[in-house]
């Protein structure tokens, strides 16, 4: 197999490093200071692309991380670094965008971002930055006039690229019927038992990026399950190749050509994480996870309510999400 590369253009005409760094930590902004020097660790480790979100109150200190990193010399200029954020839902309204991404700017310090995505393709009425959401807050969501206010903010240069995350084929579809600047990147859950097929196929076609969150499951988040890290063929394969669960996975999704995101506090499982580039995987071992039954793992059941715009998992993902197999 041909050497991958460790990054890839996006259709915006910039460049994303395949190997992220996640900065998603639940309770949402509990430990900021272990995070910052996480983050800073990551940084001598090697990672140069950072994934944030309003909503994970991560910003800060990951803004805090970048400063610190410039001024010890372990990057020469913001330039290196490859920084995404997100647009949460009580900011997903055509006049909120704008002000959003200034206040996400003010938050890391920074000029501009790599990567501006809408979190979710739902609105609230709240001004609330919360997960679990109030149900008697959602309202439906316009995805034109949002999406135009995210070409305004690439067009004044405050973000490099936007995108999407959480997005089916059919929300993708509505989105590029109107929009002028097609979205670079669609970040979602991605790992051996999720393996977006479909989605992906259809993202390739239409010159979109994607991005895989979860690829290790999300354990010890407010969702997540040990079913990736405890699936016997994994271990196997992991075991055949002196390697751990984890780098398999990882490895499985970077040789999908997609961008993975990684979040560990754990020196020695981050470092590890990042040594997934002398790791090839056989025809064989792709067959092998293929063939895995495939599991969603985060239905987003609070978004879903009888009053709301999304009724069921169906039309929010507009597929049949298998609920006996997810943890809820």
């Known amino acids: 197999m041909e050497s991958i590369p460790r990054s890839v253009l996006l259709s915006s005409g910039k460049t994303i490093p395949l190997l992220g760094y996640g900065t998603a930590e639940y309770p949402f902004g509990a430990s900021s200071e272990t995070m910052k020097d996480s983050i800073l660790h990551a940084i001598k480790l090697g990672y140069r692309h950072f994934d944030s979100a309003a909503l994970y109150q991560s910003e800060q200190p990951l803004g805090e991380a970048i400063s610190d990193a410039l001024q010890l010399g372990l ?22 965008v704008l002000p959003a991404l200034r206040k996400t700017l003010k938050n890391l310090s920074l000029d501009y971002l790599d990567l501006y995505l809408i979190h979710f393709p739902v609105s609230l009425k709240s001004d609330e930055y919360e997960l679990p959401v109030k149900k008697k807050d959602l309202v439906p969501f316009d995805v034109k006039s949002v999406w135009e206010g995210m070409e305004e903010c690439l067009k004044l240069g405050l973000t490099k690229s936007i995108g999407v995350s959480n997005f089916s084929c059919k929300k993708l579809e509505t989105l590029l019927a109107t929009a002028k600047i097609p ?32 690829p290790l499951g999300a354990t010890g988040t407010l969702w997540g399950t040990n079913l990736v890290l405890d699936c016997k063929v994994l271990k196997e394969i992991a075991e055949a190749k002196g390697k751990t ?43 092998k996870i293929n063939e895995l039954p495939q599991r969603k793992g985060f239905p987003a059941l609070e978004f879903i309510s009888d009053d709301g715009p999304y009724k069921t998992t169906e039309e929010l993902w507009d597929e049949e999400i298998d609920l006996s197999s997810v943890n809820v």
Not at 261 to 287: A, C, G, H, P, T
């Open 75 to 96: 990057v020469k200029s913001r330039d290196e670094l490859f920084i995404t954020s997100k647009l949460w839902c009580c900011d997903s309204h055509h006049d909120s």
């Open 183 to 214: 979205p670079a990147v669609n970040q979602v859950e991605m790992n051996p038992l999720w393996q977006q097929k479909k989605l992906r196929d259809f993202c390739e076609q239409k010159g979109i990026h994607i991005s895989a969150y979860s």
């Open 245 to 287: 669960t984890a780098q398999v996975c990882l490895t499985w999704a970077y040789e999908q050509g997609v961008s993975v995101l990684v979040k560990s506090f754990n020196k020695e499982r981050m470092k590890e994480n990042f040594s997934i580039f002398d790791l090839e995987l056989s025809e064989d071992d792709l067959q």
